[in-house]
């Protein structure tokens, strides 16, 4: 007669014993493999991006830095000059002019253009009806090439039949030569480059100014402050930092204009509209001279640099001063 074997029974000890090291490795092994998955596409958008920002940005930079200290032709090897490019440009008299046209351009941008998208974000913001259909119209030009804007102002400038001397003639006022005379020609030019940038600076601070608590304008008005006090104590302190912000970006953007001197005035008249990048364009593509537009470039470059980094130094201290 056979009898059922018992089955073996281990203590406790012993089945956590077995069953430990099994366990631990599936849970060091599997959620490390599961985030390197998980992970593994946004490593590869990265990298692209990386590579992209190598190839066309922080490439050409660094390939600019030594190409303005040799003499550079297409097709011949470059030739190490040392800071004889510097030198050539700086005694360039076209130098001048456009460093002071440049930081003329800059100041009236800055009057005139950071301005005028603060007043008219504050009017949007005010409207109860037709706030879509405003901000489209207020965004549109930015939507229009920057070379069609600028060409479409040339012809709104005309002295003979343009548009805005016609618009005088009808009001029976003085015509003038716009961005055809030496006195006017800058002024010209950064009315056309606030009317074709201030969409986006527009839309940026009408949404600062849609964050804002309206519990702070209610306080304020049982205070018994008026519009321009709210604005003073409520608005510009809430919307300080963007303010900062896109005031820096406009510097930086105002002292690269480009499209607007090449496109309506050609660099003239008399010189009255050379910016800093109109002539690295004329050194390189005009006078074939790669290496002194590439100094010209890093000047800029240096000046920029400096100028953000104090910005941003002065703008945190008195941004923790403020707090």
């Known amino acids: 007669m056979k009898t059922a074997s018992k089955p073996v029974v281990l203590p406790p000890a012993a089945v956590g014993a077995a069953e430990v090291p099994r366990s631990a490795g599936r849970r ?49 090897p470059p030739q190490w000059v040392g800071t004889a490019n510097f030198t050539r440009v700086f005694h360039d008299p076209e130098f001048t002019a456009a460093w002071r046209n440049t ?36 965004y549109l030009p930015v939507m229009i090439p920057p070379v069609v804007s600028a060409l479409l102002w040339k012809w709104f400038y005309d002295p003979g039949a343009g548009l805005a001397n016609e618009a005088l003639r009808f009001l029976h006022l003085p015509t003038s030569n716009w961005s055809n005379g030496a006195d006017t020609a800058l002024v010209s030019l950064v009315i ?27 306080a304020a008005e049982l205070d018994g402050a008026n519009i321009l006090q709210r604005i003073r104590y409520v608005t510009i302190p809430q919307t300080r930092f963007i303010v900062l912000m896109l005031m820096l970006l406009q510097i930086i953007a105002t002292m690269q204009v480009f499209t607007e001197p090449f496109v309506i005035t050609g660099g003239g008249p008399e010189n009255a509209t050379v910016t800093v990048l109109y002539l690295i364009y004329k050194y390189a593509f005009l006078y074939n001279d790669f290496g002194g537009a590439c100094a010209l470039s890093v000047m800029l470059l240096v000046l920029l640099g400096l100028f ?3 910005y941003l130094r002065l703008t945190r201290s008195s941004g923790e001063e403020y707090s």
């Open 308 to 310: 953000s980094a104090v």
């Open 28 to 76: 060091a092994g599997g959620p490390w493999r599961r985030r390197l998955a998980d992970q593994s596409r946004a490593y590869a958008f990265l990298v692209g991006g990386l590579l992209c920002f190598a190839l066309f940005s922080w490439y050409p930079a660094i390939r600019a830095v030594v190409i303005a200290f040799q003499k550079y032709t297409p097709g011949s």
């Open 103 to 138: 930081f003329t351009f800059t100041l009236l941008a800055l009057l005139i253009g950071f301005a005028v998208p603060f007043v008219m974000a504050l009017v949007l913001n005010e409207l109860r009806h037709a706030k879509a259909f405003f901000r489209v119209v207020v």
């Open 192 to 218: 056309v480059a606030t009317w074709a940038n201030m969409g986006g600076t527009v839309l940026i601070y009408l949404a600062a100014l849609q964050g804002i608590p309206g519990e702070l304008y209610e």
